[in-house]
């Protein structure tokens, strides 16, 4: 089967938040929420893991968070860099528990009572609170290099940290090189086809993102993460089937981060996968959906 690209749609949630989704597969397989990472649009999974997903008869449905994409964004200042850097978040600004109530609302919106979850990096972040605040809503959990919250796990290098502070680029060719050397530093461009995947999504990125880079709303994106904290006593409280991936050398969330992800969540299994990196491209597709499906089932 070969899966339709998808349209844009759109649920305006009760705040006044509103959040763009697509969703490929048929329309009465088992539901599968995939929430991407900062920054990331809804275009980042790759269409053969969508594909994969889908012939195995589930409903995929890609958001965009808030403040990313063609989602709305917050009304609130950005925190600046300093603040960034010191991780104190603007009082007024929204945390990872109402990026996860924004996926609970949008499972209303469709009117699914429940759904299977997964999520990567800041992602993984979202479906875990989804599934520690909302958990009749939540059937399967997987968490795909994330991490808890604790200060003393999960962490980026200082070298990925670095890079993350470079000029927002003021052109697509500019954007499209920043992103593809950003990748080159937390991703494993050994995989087959990675570098071009990585070109592919930037430019698509920042043309779907009406030619620029939403600085302020990944800023917002990362206070919600320091806003939140030490998410602890949350993942202890999640019964859902949970799968733990991670890469084994992850410069952008440090695989401890997978670690203490699993030993907190009752019950749930943790995979450290080769080369995987802090990446998702076609060619480890198969076997990421295969992991994923495997959980779903259990």
């Known amino acids: 089967m070969t899966t339709e690209p998808s349209e844009d749609r759109f649920a305006p949630l009760p705040d006044g938040t509103r959040i763009c989704w697509r969703a490929y597969g048929p329309e009465q397989g088992q539901p599968l929420l995939l929430i991407t990472g900062l920054a990331m649009q809804l275009i980042s999974w790759p269409a053969s893991l969508i594909e994969s997903l889908a012939e195995a008869g589930l409903r995929v449905i890609t958001p965009d968070n808030r403040d990313a994409g063609l989602s709305s964004g917050a009304a609130t200042s950005p925190p600046g860099r300093l603040r960034q850097l010191l991780a104190l978040a603007p009082p ?17 919106h469709l009117g699914l009572g429940a759904a299977h979850v997964a999520g990567m990096s800041m ?32 962490q980026p290098a200082p070298s990925t940290i670095l890079r993350m502070l470079r000029p927002v680029p003021r052109d697509a060719e500019q954007a499209v090189r920043q992103y593809v050397e950003f990748m080159h530093h937390i991703g494993n461009a050994a995989e087959p086809g990675a570098a071009q995947e990585w070109a592919d999504y930037a430019l698509r990125a920042w043309q779907r993102g009406g030619g620029r880079v939403n600085a302020e709303g990944t800023a917002r994106q990362i206070a919600a993460i320091q806003k939140s904290g030490d998410r602890s006593a949350q993942l202890r409280g999640i019964r859902a089937p949970t799968l733990v991936l991670h890469g084994d050398h992850d410069l952008m969330v440090a695989p401890s981060g997978g670690r203490d992800t699993a030993r907190l969540i009752p019950g749930a299994r943790l995979r450290i996968l080769p080369g995987l990196a802090h990446q998702i491209v076609s060619a480890r597709s198969g076997e990421l959906s295969e992991l994923m499906v495997d959980n779903l089932r259990r």
Request: glycine content about 8%; hydrophobic content about 45%; overall charge negative.
């Open 123 to 154: 992602g993984g972040m979202i479906a875990q609170c989804l599934a520690a605040r909302h958990p009749s809503r939540v059937l399967s959990l997987c968490s795909i290099f994330s991490t808890t919250g604790r200060r003393t796990v999960g």
């Open 92 to 108: 007024d600004n929204y945390a990872l528990e109402d990026m996860a109530d924004d996926m609970a609302a949008l499972l209303d």
